[in-house]
């Protein structure tokens, strides 16, 4: 016989909900607020776990395998600026001047003259995590930089039995 009765959590505080007669017991009218603000606060918690998972799956260090798979592809998918920083690399070490890759990559994303041919295929995205594995990435293809990029010990370097270069 559900008719007349209340909730669950009311029932604990209120035996069956029903009186004696089977009549339904009256139950504040506040209280029933109460427990419903409790599930939808409940709700609402639930969603906020939800994003903050999701979140956290997006934000996720990347293992070394992933990074150099990640910036490995970057470099297939963009051969224009690989090609690019390679030739400042090589630049910087014909003069005997350091070479940062990160400040290069920054040059080129504010670089108006190349923007046009990035928009059109849409490929160049750069997540500075890739940084790293791209500076051993480099230092294999422009040997003559090696000494001229300063990096740090990064967990790419177990994928570059010879170091990959870590100055640190």
């Known amino acids: 016989m559900d008719v007349g009765r209340t ?11 029903l009186r004696p007669g089977g009549q339904p017991r009256a139950v504040p009218a506040r209280l029933r607020e109460l427990e419903d603000a409790v599930r939808e606060q409940s709700r609402i918690i639930g969603d906020l776990k939800a994003q903050l ?3 956290r ?8 395998r992933e990074m150099y798979k990640r910036a490995w592809l970057f470099v ?7 090609s690019l920083i390679c030739e400042q690399a090589r630049q910087a070490a014909k003069c005997g001047r ?14 108006a003259s190349l923007s046009p041919a990035l928009q059109e295929d849409g490929c160049y995205r750069f997540n500075n995590a890739y940084t790293a594995a791209l500076s051993r990435m ?3 293809q422009v040997p003559e930089v090696r000494g001229l990029l300063r990096t740090r010990p990064s967990k790419v370097d177990r994928l570059f039995p010879d170091g990959g270069g870590t100055d640190g």
């Open 53 to 55: 998972e999701l979140h």
């Open 7 to 17: 909730p669950r959590g009311i029932d604990a505080l209120f035996g069956e909900g």
């Open 98 to 111: 350091r070479f940062s890759l990160k400040r290069a990559i920054e040059d080129m994303r504010d670089d």
């Open 138 to 140: 480099l230092m294999r």
């Open 76 to 82: 297939k998918r963009n051969p224009l600026i690989w």
């Open 57 to 64: 799956s997006r934000t996720e260090a990347l293992s070394a």
